[in-house]
């Protein structure tokens, strides 16, 4: 009998981490209800707060729920060599729960606003994941590895939004072969 209670638990949290998940990349944060995750998940809007505490709490569980969802695809079988690290990134680009990132930041960079302290981490950990995959060695003289994090996590935000706003004008294969010609011989073989 309390198998299935948790199971029923588990059910509920991931149908309202992906149901959230997918209004905030649609309406944003601020503009998406209780009321709103507890119709596309089909369950009871006191789930929520029993859940998560609160809806920062539900944004807290939908942005490590999609992290650790990136950060999985991306990584390599055991025992196999990583992927190309520009490959990743350009993969990265064309997944959907790109554009929640890309739409959460519209409202974390104001001042005041309530989710900035958890967009924050998330890019912090996403700096870190793309960290990991590059090899200091391969970096060209006189760049830092945290420059180049966040120049490729810039780039990668930056031309995802491009592409969401006008995907007829943005060549996501051109953009990739001029990525990787600018790149170092040294990173594009890493």
Not at 13 to 42: C, H, P
Not at 119 to 128: D, E, G, M, N, V
């Amino acid at each position: 009998m309390a198998t299935r209670r948790i199971q029923r638990t588990e059910e509920s949290r991931r149908l309202l981490v992906t149901a959230a998940a997918e209004l905030f990349a649609e309406k944003g944060y601020r503009q998406t209800s209780f009321i709103d995750i507890a119709e596309k998940a089909g369950i009871s809007r006191g789930s929520i707060p029993w859940h998560f505490g609160n809806k920062l709490g539900l944004l807290e569980a939908v942005l490590d729920d999609r992290l650790h969802a990136v950060l999985t695809t991306f990584a390599p079988p055991a025992g196999e060599r990583p992927a190309d690290p520009l490959d990743q990134v350009m993969g990265f680009i064309r997944l959907p729960v790109t554009r929640l990132f890309i739409t959460l930041l519209a409202e974390a960079v104001e001042v005041d606003s309530p989710i900035r302290e958890h967009y924050a981490r998330l890019h912090a950990a996403l700096r870190q994941g793309v960290r990991a995959r590059i090899p200091v060695e391969a970096l060209p003289p006189g760049t830092t590895l945290e420059a180049f994090t966040v120049l490729l996590v810039g780039t990668v935000i930056g031309v995802h939004a491009q592409w969401r706003v006008a995907p007829d004008a943005v060549d996501l294969e051109a953009v990739h072969a001029t990525i990787r010609a600018l790149l170092p011989a040294t990173l594009r073989q890493a």
